[in-house]
T-cell receptor, first 114, second 112 residues
Framework: DVKVTQSSRYLVKRTGEKVFLECVQD?????MFWYRQDPGLGLRLIYF???????EKGDIPEGYSVSREKKERFSLILESASTNQTSMYLC?????????????FGSGTRLTVV | KQEVTQIPAALSVPEGENLVLNCSFT??????LQWFRQDPGKGLTSLLL?????REQTSGRLNASLDKSSGRSTLYIAASQPGDSATYLC???????????FGKGTRLSVIA
């Protein structure tokens, strides 16, 4: 069963810590995405990547960075975690080929920054 | 920039009722539209994808349609069940290689 795997379901981190959220897909998808989801605000795009070592800023990139060293793995990095980054983080992947842009999501990581 | 709106934000129906969830978008150049289901505290499960050349897709009791000219998509759920209770999200892309833009979802409660 093909899927997107996020390494942690729940995380609790302290303010100021460097936090890594990991996402791995086994579908050989070129595109990968990080969203955060907050009540009343919906899903907002943080960063995305169309290929290895490539990255593009989404709508809310401030306070975040990403790394894509291998095609199957896309990491979201909180350089210095703050309480306003407490949220549900969702990773997704899709094929680049036109007409096959089916997005698959992971189960999400619920991050709490205290 | 594409914007996606879902109204109503919440809906409660008795079991067995047929229902329609609405999704509207501002840019008729939408390429694909995908409907998702999300259970509380969980990730997104894809329900249906309507690709650029299509007007509707069906899966079991679900039917989704896309009308680009009017900027609307609908998700029809037949014979609703309590297990259908969840938040339903629609999302679209404007070209073959862009991120999904989401609506804020409709929270559906099916009462037994």
């Amino acid at each position: 069963d093909v899927k997107v795997t996020q390494s942690s379901r729940y995380l609790v981190k302290r303010t100021g810590e460097k936090v890594f959220l990991e996402c791995v897909q086994d579908m050989d998808h070129e595109n990968m995405f990080w969203y955060r989801q907050d009540p009343g605000l919906g899903l907002r795009l943080i960063y995305f990547s169309y290929d290895v070592k490539m990255k593009e800023k989404g709508d809310i990139p401030e306070g975040y960075s990403v790394s894509r060293e291998k095609k199957e793995r896309f990491s979201l990095i909180l350089e210095s975690a703050s309480t306003n980054q407490t949220s549900m983080y969702l990773c997704a992947s899709s094929l680049r080929r036109l007409g096959s842009n089916f997005f698959t999501f992971g189960s999400g990581t619920r991050l709490t920054v205290v | 920039k594409q914007e996606v709106t879902q109204i109503p934000a919440a809906l409660s129906v008795p079991e067995g009722e047929n229902l329609v969830l609405n999704c509207s978008f501002t840019d008729s150049a939408i390429y694909n539209l995908q409907w998702f289901r999300q259970d509380p505290g969980k990730g997104l499960t894809s329900l249906l994808l309507i690709q650029s050349s299509q007007r509707e897709q069906t899966s079991g009791r679900l039917n989704a349609s896309l009308d680009k000219s009017s900027g609307r998509s609908t998700l029809y759920i037949a014979a609703s069940q309590p297990g259908d209770s969840a938040t339903y999200l629609c999302a679209g892309i404007n070209s073959g290689n862009t991120p999904l833009v989401f609506g804020k979802g409709t929270r559906l409660s099916v009462i037994a």
